[in-house]
């Protein structure tokens, strides 16, 4: 529903209040970005000063919500944005289980050449399902648990992404090899690339190998992975 009043005067309010909508029917407006979610979205939205420098602020709770047809679990999204400041704030709290498994908290800078972001993430046992399309047409059937803590900064639309993750009951097909490895270790990710140091992996028939290397990325595209691999049988 919409109610409220549009004027020049901040403490009129135009508000609009969700009850029961369905998130995918945003997955039209977020193809071009390559992303596809899911859930039940409930809260409300206002707009104030609209025809002068407006202000946005929302709370919304959205139910299973979904990324890439897997359920990261129960959202609580806080969102303000300032105009007249140029500047968006959120914090975003995903709970699945009574584990919170995600916590977003951050800024968005609006600059007329070239926005920038600086966004906190914290991961507790999060699904690595959600994240699968970040890394398809290299990996495939990514499955398992992360733990961390990341840092998503700098120019809007290069961001640099910096922090260290714990892995844990790991598998994933390579797809060049179509072959299925698992391990459980820790991952450094830093501007240029993902390091892997010395870490044991497992292929289907229970061999093991000792990985040391990198994946090599230009601003998290253009992926090369730059591996050593010591393994007998493998």
């Known amino acids: 529903s919409i109610n409220g009043r549009v004027s020049e005067l901040k403490t009129d309010n135009l508000r609009v209040i969700l009850n029961n909508f369905n998130a995918k029917l945003a997955n039209p407006f977020l193809a ?4 596809s979610i899911s859930g039940i979205a409930t809260g409300e939205s206002n707009f104030a000063g ?6 946005i602020s929302s709370d919304m709770f959205i139910k299973d919500l979904g990324v890439y047809r897997d359920t990261l679990g129960d959202a609580k999204i806080n969102f303000n944005y300032k105009i007249s400041e140029k500047l968006i704030t959120v914090h975003a709290l995903v709970d699945r289980g009574g584990i919170k498994n995600i916590e977003v908290e951050g800024k968005y800078y609006i600059n007329t050449k070239n926005d920038s972001i600086d966004i906190d993430i914290t991961l507790q046992k999060t699904n690595l399902t959600s994240f699968a399309g970040y890394v398809k047409g ?3 059937d990514v499955k398992g648990k ?4 990341l840092k ?4 809007a639309k290069s961001p640099e992404l910096v922090g260290k993750i714990r892995l844990q009951q790991t598998s994933f ?3 060049y090899l179509n072959t299925k490895y698992n391990f459980a270790d820790e991952v450094e990710f830093t501007p240029n690339y993902f390091r ?19 994946i090599y990325h230009q601003k998290l595209k253009d992926f090369i992975l730059n591996f050593d691999i010591q393994a007998d049988n493998f």
């Open 32 to 35: 071009i970005y390559g992303v």
């Open 50 to 55: 609209l025809l002068s420098q407006p202000g």
């Open 138 to 140: 290299i990996f495939s």
């Open 146 to 149: 992360a733990s961390g803590k």
């Open 152 to 155: 998503l900064s700098g120019p």
């Open 173 to 175: 097909v390579v797809d």
């Open 196 to 214: 892997f140091n010395k870490i044991t992996i497992n292929d289907a028939n229970g061999n093991q190998a000792i990985v040391d290397g990198y």
